[in-house]
Every structure is written in structure tokens, then in C-alpha cells.
């Protein structure tokens, strides 16, 4: 397999030099998109490059960072496409991507793309933070939804919220940065103070809280809009509530690695990620993309997403995430007593 | 031949000339050596030197100046180190760091206002000096002028060094610290428990006249046959906030340390079984004999001749649950709730926070329990002595109404939490929605939509375990056989088998994080097997090892050593006496061995959870990963998958043997 992997690029370039014009380019793209839509993005990109064969290597955020990042010296990926903002950032700071400016990148909402010019990556669609209440165990408990973050805090709630833990899942870092940058450092430890008393477990995966609200496993879980959107049409009996104060966002992304030796295919993938045809085919999960205007409303995803959010600091939460992980593990982490 | 030279009367110093074969040996022996030397010894060494790299900010490798409010005029170069001894701004504690550390700039520079037209400019004095300007990262010797605005968004980043530092911050951070505490909680308790089920039902099948003695062996044999978190799925489903008998539990959760010692006592039973079940299988009748012509008491001829009889099993099987469980990364993961534990740690900080250096600061931490109880297993086993003489008698047990009774009392407690364990993750696999729509469905089978790899990872775990099946026995054996069967070469043969013992005490999860250091290093010849099937192979071989070389030494010791010498006096090279006597008299053995890594390449977690690529996605890491996304009713479905397929593999390994006995070995009945 690796053979073929070095082979490719050799091949490569001897196709160029003989000047043989169409030979097929394949790219190794490293993703954390969700398993059951990696074959249509790759369908919908091959009806207008068909002469790319994308070959997909998939993992939940926290792994796919962790790979790239310990391939650091010896990048096997050509393309990230669709991980988030929050990740390539890191990526970024270790010297790893590839600037470049896709064509059409003047379309893009200016919080979906890197502020340097030309940037290291592009957003794709955002993925919302929001909280999944699961009404039949609500009514049984004879608990009221909540409807803001500082709902959550209410001593009725003890033992019933669950969340994912920042310290291994993306959505977890995300609510944790959002609580910080909305009410303050200093107001935003306290509320995570009084929102602990009320946390049942800290998962290690930010899809979990939501599935286990669905199941009625807990009452109250925070996770993602996506995430509820699809439980709900699964039949679960939840409501997904967009908290008043606003809402933490991360965008799925895409850039080139440094040191691809197919950067021609890799910038026509990084173009086609962002034509309108490419929103629209991530429309079909995601109810925000990169292309204002575009979207159209999606099944069980609540209203006013794009509203409430919040203005998010990516490069304030990259810059502090490891001093906000280790505040949060040394107030947190240490329950070794664990709750219903 | 050696044996004859060395009673000789002492004389000339004889020194054994090599043969054909004793060069075709050694040179065998020596390429599963090296086998092992690189897949076991060499990345545990990159391991431990990776937990000694450490990340620092090196304040002497920056320089700054700083202009007037005209720009133009600048101050002296100044090193931060000076400002820093000036100032004290940063304490030396605050000089340590992560790989993912950020010093903002600012911090050396009190008068610092952003809406100032003061400049910056700053440089590195080695070639290794990294910084980012937002997000940018910058090493260069050159100086590079920033305008306040900009300054402020300048961090420093650490730099890499080698000390014992990173040790220090584990033992002065408390979380990390109580999971020693937690671990050797959990597993001391799982232990103790354990063992006491085991040695009940062990002493129930050896000791006493109970009925249905083949069915309770094969039920307690079952939990080995599935991943160790699949009974964290059940007992979800059984005690959890939904769970079916979640009243048992009176208001105790199920996520924390209840659960995983549950778990953990249904997982570790068979292992433990076995050992005390071998134990208590030899007796001597006369012992017993003479206790009651003493008129001792079944309760004092229990304490005085039956314990200390099975004490070396007992201690054994209590080792060998004590490092299962410690080293257990699958239940405390899927059941743990915040709960942690070692094993759990490296996950968090590999994974969660990509921080390898501490993740192998904890695998060297959880290296010491399992090598210590290794350690002290290995010397309880050279104690054990035989217990039986050419005049001993073996016992017999006599009915007795109400021992029965009792015993049937407890193999069928037992029995009946094995089965129900596994028969409810195949009820959870069926239910459509757990509690809210329980029709039945075979929608959690559809693994393609789920996190985890799909149906081909279930595919590529039946050819994970075929291949470590297949080419594990044929290395082991061939191992075992050429230490077992050289002439002379006593240090050689020592070192192997301390090889060959080591990964006995090796945690899975720790030989897979130390084969990431190891095998993905570019500069490494071996590093085109990354992410490959071949490295899984290469691991899980290592990693079960021990027990097959242990199985193959056991079969190897009953063939008589006449045999080579007489096979070399008629002219008979040694691999035809390899093929045609040695193979087929050890075949069940060889069954046994492959049969064992057939079954293990299913189940196990810990071994592959770092290494696994997305290509070779495997059913055990889908179960993992499944459930971790929360998908639990489709995770169990693959549970039952790896179960459903290991003991298809035993049966068919049951015929298989059945046929080649009756074969091959009629020479065992006289």
C-alpha cells in the first residue's frame, strides 16, 4: 500500500514529463465528516473532475488531528477536507498547510476563511453547538426545558446534564471557549463551576450526549445541532434548544498539507470545495455554509442558528486551548466519585 | 551430545563444532530474535527516550529591541533571558511547557500598550527558535519589525529538550495522579472477587460429584471469546438510567468503579479459571486420607490440604486478573463514567490532547504494576513443585448431597451472569430504539452508517486474525522448537527467552503507542509497514506472544531429546525430523496456539487502538468507537458479531482437532 502511495507521485511525474495529458490523479484526503456521507461528497466531486480519485481516510477530529500531527515530518495526506477550523488552526501553527487562494473565495462569509492572505484554509458549513432535551424523561422528572445556557445551572437539573469532556472531544473545547468568550474569563469558570454540581458525566465524544438524551439515558445533553437534527428524525423524543446567550461554532474546513506532490488536483479539490454546488451538497446535513444566501432550511434543525452565533475568536481559543485545557482538567477532572 | 562431553572427566576443554544444522538453528533462532528485538524491544525503547523529550520556552533564543515613539530609534538588543532575570516576570515553573505551549511576548514588556506607536523587533539567535504571529509561524535569525498592534498577538513557542521533567508535572498533578490510586483500586477489588468466583467454580468441577459438569465448562469459558467492553455494554443496558433492572442497583450508578470491576469479573473469570482449575485438577487421595483418620474437619482439611495444594494457581490466577484488569482499557472506557484509570489516561492525553510525551509518561507508569506482578509470578512459578509422586493417588471425589447442591448453587449463579451478559447485548442489537420503540429490527447491523469502519472492518478483523493465526503459530513454534532443541548456546537461548516472556508484561495499549514512536519515524527502514495490516499483525503476534510460546515449550518438553541425536547419527537432517516427527507429534499444541491468537486478534482493543488506519478499521475498534459516538445498540450488534464468529472458530478448531488427534496421535494410546 505505502509502496503504491510513493509510487503515485513518481508516476506522476513521469506522466507529466512524457506529456501523456489525462492520466488520473489520486489524492489522499484526510477527513472526520461523518462515515455515511464521505461516498456522496466524493460522487458529487467526481461528476465534474472525474479524472481525481479521491482516496478517503476517515476518523472521529480528535484522531485525524493527532495523525496529521504525528506525520508532521512526513505528511501522508495531500488534502484535509472537513475538519475543524479549531484543528487546522493548530496545523497552521506548526507550519503545516499550504496558503492558497481557491477561486471564488471573494463568495465566502469572511468568518469562513483564514484572515491571512492568501489563507491556509477555507470553511465548508458551521456546526452549531445546542442542547438536546429529551421531553418524555423530562415529563416524567417534571423538568422544564431549559432555554439559555445559565438554565442549565439550576439545582433541578443536578445529575441530569451531560456534556463532552473539552479535554478529548472538539465539541466539548468548543462550548468551553464559547462560555469563556461570552461571559468573561472569570464569569465564565464560575459558571462552569455551578453547571459541574449539575453534570451526570463528561463524555469523550460530542456526539454522545446528544445520542444519550435520545435515549433517554440522560435528560439534558450538550452536543450539536447536527447531531440532534438526526437523532429527531430517527424518532427520538428530544427538542433541540439553541441557548438565548448564543451560541459556540466551528466550521468544518478544508486545506492543502505542505509538501503535496499533487498540488495541482489538491488546489482543484480546494476550489470545487467551495462552488456553490459543493454548499449545496453540505446543505443536506448542515442547516449553515460557507456561501451566504445559500442554505436552505434543514429537517428538525431549529431556528436561529445563524443568529445566535457568537462572534468566535479562533485564534484567541487556538492560542489559549492548551491553558484553558489545563484549567479545566485541574477544576474538573479530578471527580472520581461518579454521578447518575 | 553436550550432556555426554560435560561428565567427562575434566580435561582438554571440548568445544562443540558446529554441524549443518546447528548453523541453520542458530541462524533461525536468530531471525525470530531479531523479530523480537524489533518488535518489541527497540520500541519500547523509543517509548521510554519519548517520555523523556520535554518542551520548555528557551527564553536566551529570543532577541528583542524596541524603538522610540517615532519609530526610528531603536534600543540595544536584549535577550527575553535578561528581561526575564530583570523583570521575574515569568517564573522558572512557568518555563515548562507542553508541544502545544504559547508564552505571549508582551509578558517581557510592562509598558506595553497596543495603541502605542512604540515598535517591536524581534529575532531568534539560534536557528531553532519558533514563534507565531497569530497563528503564523515564524524561526528565523533575521529581525522582523512588528508594530505594537501587532506585537501583542506574538507568542513564543517551546522548544524541545530531554529531562525528566515531564515526570515531575505527572506526580505534582493530582488528576493524573489518582488514577494510580483508582487502578490499583479497581483491579485489587476485580482480583479478589475474581478469584473467589473462579477458585468456587474451579473447585465445583475438580473437587466434586456435580452434574452438568461439560456445560458449565463451556459456559465460563464463553467471555473469552468477546471484547472486553461488551460487558460495559450489557451492564448499560441492564443498570443503566434506562436499564432494565436498574432498581437492583438502589440509587448506586452503574458508570464508575461499580461497573468496571462487574465487567472486569466477567472478563477475567476464564483466565483465571483456568489456572485454578489446573491447580485443583492434581490431588493427592492419601493427604485426604489421612486427614480424616486424623479427624480433621472438612473445614480444616479444606484449609490445610486443599488451599496450600492450589496456593501457586491461586497466587498465579490472582497475578494474571490483577494485570488484566490494570491494563484494561475497554471497559473503564465504555463504563468508567469519570471514573479514571491508567489506561484511560494515555487515551485522553494521545488522543483528546495529542500530547504523546505524557501518554508515554503514563504507559512507562503503567508498565510497572503488570512487570512487578510478572515479576513475582515468574518466582511463584519456579516454586511450584510437584505434587504428586509415582505413589501418590489421585483423589476422587465422593458424592455428597449437599456439596452438590451447593456447588451446583454457585457454577449456576455464575453461568447464569455470563449467558445473561451475552444474551442481552444480542437483545440490544435487535431493538429498534432503545427504551422508546422496542420492535425488533436488524438496523444496528447496518455498521456503514455508523463511525467505526462498517461492515469492512468486521472483515478486516476476520483477516487480522487469520494472518496473526497463521504466521504467529508458524513464528512461535519455529521459535520455541530451535530454543528448545540447540545444542550449547546457553546465553543465546536465555536471551531469547527472556524475550519471549516479555511481552507477558507488556500492556497492549503501551506496545501500540510505543510502535507509533517507533515504526513512524521516517528514518526508520521498517516505517512502509505503518498503517499497513502488517503492523497490526506484527503487534498482536508480539503482543500474545508469550502464552503460545509457553504452550509450544510445554508440547516440546514431552518429546524425548533422544530423537535429534539418533535423527543426526542416521544422517537425517533436522528439518525432516522437524516435519515428519516434531509437527505432527505437537499438532495439538500448534492447534491450541493458533486457535488462541485467532481469538485474541478478534477481541483485542488495547493492542491495536493506536495503530489501526482507516483502511484497516477492525470490528473490535468499531464496538470502541461506536460506542463512543454513542451509538450503543449497533456496537453491541458487533460484539456479538466477534462473538458469534470466535466461537464458530472454536468449534471448527474443536473438529479439526478431534480429526487430527485420531490421526495422528495413536501412538499416545497404548
Same mark, same amino acid.
Given at each position: 500500500m505505502i509502496k503504491a502511495k510513493t509510487l503515485v507521485p513518481a508516476l506522476a511525474a513521469a506522466a507529466m514529463l512524457s506529456g501523456a495529458a489525462y492520466a488520473e490523479t489520486e489524492l489522499t484526503v484526510y477527513t472526520a465528516v461523518e462515515a455515511e456521507d464521505l461516498a456522496r461528497y466524493a460522487e458529487t466531486f467526481n461528476q465534474d473532475h472525474p479524472d481525481i480519485k479521491i482516496n478517503w481516510v476517515r476518523d472521529s477530529t480528535g484522531v485525524i488531528t493527532a495523525k496529521l500531527l504525528a506525520e508532521k515530518n512526513n505528511p501522508q495526506a495531500d488534502v484535509v477536507w472537513g475538519l475543524a477550523a479549531t484543528s487546522l488552526l493548530v496545523l497552521k501553527t506548526e507550519g503545516m498547510l499550504e496558503p492558497y487562494a481557491p477561486s471564488g473565495l471573494d463568495a465566502l462569509d469572511p468568518r469562513f476563511r483564514d484572515a491571512d492572505n492568501p489563507p491556509s484554509w477555507v470553511g465548508m458549513d458551521a456546526w452549531v453547538a445546542a442542547i438536546c432535551f429529551n421531553t418524555v424523561e423530562g415529563e416524567k422528572l417534571g423538568l422544564t426545558a431549559p432555554t439559555s445556557w445559565a438554565d442549565l445551572t439550576k439545582p433541578e437539573y443536578a445529575g441530569h446534564v451531560v456534556m463532552p469532556n473539552p479535554a478529548s472531544s472538539g465539541t466539548g473545547f468548543l462550548d468551553v471557549s464559547s462560555w469563556l468568550q461570552m461571559f468573561g474569563e472569570e464569569k465564565g469558570w464560575e459558571y462552569m463551576d455551578a453547571l459541574h454540581a449539575n453534570i451526570g458525566a463528561y463524555t469523550h465524544s460530542g456526539s454522545k450526549p446528544c445520542k444519550m438524551a435520545a435515549a433517554?439515558?440522560?435528560?439534558?445533553?450538550?452536543?450539536?445541532?447536527?447531531?440532534?437534527?438526526?437523532?429527531?428524525?430517527?424518532?427520538?423524543?428530544?427538542?433541540?434548544?439553541?441557548?438565548?446567550?448564543?451560541?459556540?461554532?466551528?466550521?468544518?474546513?478544508? #486545506?492543502?498539507?505542505?509538501?503535496? =506532490?499533487?498540488? +495541482?488536483?489538491?488546489?482543484?479539490?480546494? *476550489?470545487?470545495?467551495?462552488? !456553490? @454546488?459543493?454548499?449545496?451538497?453540505?446543505?443536506?446535513?448542515?442547516?449553515?455554509?460557507?456561501?451566504?444566501?445559500?442554505?436552505?432550511?434543514?429537517?428538525?434543525?431549529?431556528?436561529?442558528?445563524?443568529?445566535?452565533?457568537?462572534?468566535?475568536?479562533?485564534?484567541? #481559543?487556538?492560542?489559549?486551548?492548551? =491553558?484553558?485545557? +489545563?484549567?479545566?482538567?485541574?477544576?474538573? *477532572?479530578?471527580?472520581?466519585? !461518579? @454521578?447518575? | 551430545m553436550t550432556e555426554m562431553t560435560a561428565e567427562l572427566p575434566p580435561g582438554r576443554r571440548v568445544r562443540l563444532s558446529l554441524d549443518r544444522d546447528g548453523i541453520i538453528k542458530r541462524i533461525f533462532m536468530g531471525v525470530i530474535a531479531l523479530y523480537l528485538v524489533a518488535a518489541l524491544a527497540l520500541p519500547l525503547y523509543a517509548m521510554l527516550s519519548k517520555s523523556f523529550v520535554t518542551y520548555g520556552f528557551d527564553l536566551a533564543r529570543y532577541e528583542f529591541q524596541v524603538s522610540d515613539e517615532t519609530g526610528t530609534v531603536w534600543s540595544e538588543p536584549v535577550t527575553a533571558e535578561a528581561l526575564n532575570a530583570e523583570l521575574g516576570s515569568v517564573p522558572a515553573d512557568d518555563l515548562r511547557s507542553s508541544s502545544d505551549g504559547r508564552l505571549t511576548a508582551t509578558t517581557f514588556f510592562p509598558d506595553f500598550s497596543f495603541r502605542s506607536p512604540v515598535k517591536y523587533r524581534m529575532r531568534g539567535t539560534t536557528d531553532d527558535a519558533p514563534w507565531l504571529v497569530g497563528l503564523d509561524l515564524k524561526n528565523t535569525t533575521d529581525w522582523q519589525e512588528y508594530d505594537s498592534n501587532t506585537f501583542r498577538r506574538i507568542n513564543l513557542r517551546p522548544v524541545k529538550s530531554v529531562g525528566a521533567q515531564n515526570y515531575v508535572e505527572y506526580f505534582s498533578n493530582p488528576t493524573l495522579f489518582s488514577s494510580i490510586q483508582n487502578s490499583l483500586y479497581i483491579a485489587v477489588v476485580s482480583t479478589v472477587l475474581t478469584v473467589v468466583f473462579a477458585f468456587g467454580f474451579a473447585y465445583a468441577i475438580n473437587r466434586s460429584c456435580m452434574p452438568f459438569k461439560g456445560a458449565f465448562r463451556m459456559i465460563a469459558m464463553m467471555p473469552i471469546l468477546v471484547p472486553s467492553l461488551l460487558p460495559g455494554i450489557a451492564l448499560i443496558y441492564l443498570f443503566g438510567n434506562q436499564g432494565m433492572m436498574k432498581s437492583l442497583l438502589m440509587g448506586q450508578s452503574i458508570y464508575g468503579p461499580l461497573g468496571i470491576v462487574i465487567g472486569s469479573v466477567f472478563f477475567t473469570f476464564p483466565h483465571a479459571l483456568i489456572i485454578i482449575s489446573t491447580a485443583l485438577s492434581i490431588a493427592d487421595q492419601r493427604q485426604y486420607e489421612a486427614a480424616e483418620s486424623l479427624r480433621a474437619s472438612k473445614w480444616r482439611t479444606f484449609w490445610t490440604v486443599t488451599i496450600p495444594g492450589a496456593r501457586y494457581g491461586l497466587i498465579s490466577a490472582a497475578f494474571v486478573t490483577f494485570t488484566l484488569v490494570i491494563t484494561d482499557f475497554g471497559l473503564p472506557k465504555v463504563i468508567g463514567g469519570q471514573y479514571n484509570v491508567l489506561a484511560i489516561d494515555i487515551y485522553k492525553q494521545v488522543i483528546g490532547q495529542q500530547n504523546f510525551e505524557m501518554g508515554a509518561v503514563v504507559s512507562v507508569i503503567l508498565l510497572i504494576p503488570a512487570v512487578v506482578a510478572f515479576l513475582v509470578d515468574r518466582q511463584v512459578q519456579k516454586k511450584q513443585v510437584s505434587l504428586l509422586s509415582a505413589r501418590s493417588v489421585p483423589y476422587q471425589p465422593r458424592p455428597d448431597r449437599r456439596l452438590e447442591a451447593l456447588c451446583l448453587a454457585w457454577c449456576g449463579t455464575m453461568a447464569v451472569f455470563i449467558v445473561g451478559i451475552i444474551a442481552i447485548c444480542q437483545y440490544a442489537a435487535l431493538i429498534r430504539f432503545w427504551p422508546y420503540d422496542l420492535s425488533l429490527s436488524l438496523k444496528n447491523y447496518a455498521f456503514d452508517r455508523m463511525d467505526g469502519g462498517g461492515w469492512a472492518a468486521y472483515w478486516n478483523s476476520i483477516k487480522l486474525a487469520l494472518m496473526t493465526a497463521g504466521i504467529g503459530t508458524v513464528v512461535i513454534f519455529t521459535g520455541a522448537y530451535m530454543v528448545e532443541k540447540i545444542d550449547g548456546f546457553k546465553t543465546g537461548r536465555g536471551l531469547f527467552q527472556f524475550l519471549a516472556m516479555l511481552p507477558m508484561a507488556v500492556p497492549g495499549m503501551v506496545l501500540g503507542l510505543a510502535y507509533i514512536f517507533f515504526f513512524n519515524n521516517p528514518a526508520n527502514p521498517l516505517h512502509f509497514i505503518y498503517g499497513t495490516m502488517i503492523i497490526l499483525v506484527i503487534s498482536t503476534v508480539t503482543h500474545f506472544y508469550t502464552v503460545g510460546h509457553l504452550t509450544a515449550l510445554t508440547a516440546l518438553k514431552q518429546i524425548d531429546a533422544e530423537f535429534e541425536p539418533v535423527a543426526s547419527s542416521l544422517r537425517q537432517p533436522f528439518y525432516k525430523l522437524f516435519a515428519r516427527v516434531t509437527v505432527p507429534v505437537c499438532l495439538p499444541a500448534i492447534l491450541d496456539i493458533s486457535i488462541y491468537l485467532f481469538v485474541n486478534a478478534m477481541t483485542t482493543?488495547?493492542?491495536?487502538?493506536?495503530?489501526?488506519?482507516?483502511?484497516?478499521?477492525?470490528?473490535?475498534?468499531?464496538?470502541?468507537?461506536?460506542?463512543?459516538?454513542?451509538?450503543?445498540?449497533?456496537?453491541?450488534?458487533?460484539?456479538?458479531?466477534?462473538?458469534?464468529?470466535?466461537?464458530?472458530?472454536?468449534?471448527?478448531?474443536?473438529?479439526?482437532?478431534?480429526?487430527?488427534?485420531?490421526?495422528?496421535?495413536?501412538?499416545?494410546?497404548?
Open positions: 433517554g439515558e440522560t435528560v439534558i445533553g450538550v452536543s450539536f445541532a447536527f447531531r440532534g437534527a438526526k437523532s429527531k428524525a430517527e424518532g427520538a423524543p428530544i427538542d433541540i434548544i439553541v441557548p438565548s446567550e448564543g451560541i459556540g461554532w466551528d466550521m468544518e474546513s478544508t #486545506a492543502i498539507v505542505a509538501g503535496t =506532490a499533487n498540488a +495541482e488536483a489538491a488546489q482543484t479539490l480546494v *476550489d470545487w470545495s467551495i462552488t !456553490p @454546488k459543493a454548499m449545496e451538497m453540505y446543505n443536506v446535513g448542515y442547516a449553515v455554509v460557507a456561501i451566504p444566501g445559500i442554505a436552505k432550511p434543514v429537517e428538525f434543525f431549529p431556528e436561529g442558528i445563524t443568529e445566535a452565533m457568537i462572534d468566535n475568536d479562533f485564534e484567541w #481559543a487556538a492560542n489559549n486551548r492548551s =491553558a484553558i485545557l +489545563e484549567e479545566w482538567t485541574k477544576r474538573y *477532572d479530578t471527580k472520581s466519585e !461518579p @454521578k447518575g | 482493543v488495547s493492542a491495536v487502538v493506536f495503530i489501526y488506519s482507516t483502511h484497516t478499521a477492525l470490528a473490535s475498534i468499531a464496538v470502541l468507537n461506536m460506542d463512543d459516538a454513542g451509538d450503543i445498540a449497533p456496537a453491541a450488534a458487533m460484539g456479538m458479531m466477534i462473538f458469534y464468529t470466535n466461537a464458530g472458530a472454536r468449534i471448527l478448531h474443536a473438529l479439526a482437532s478431534r480429526r487430527i488427534l485420531n490421526r495422528t496421535q495413536a501412538w499416545r494410546l497404548r
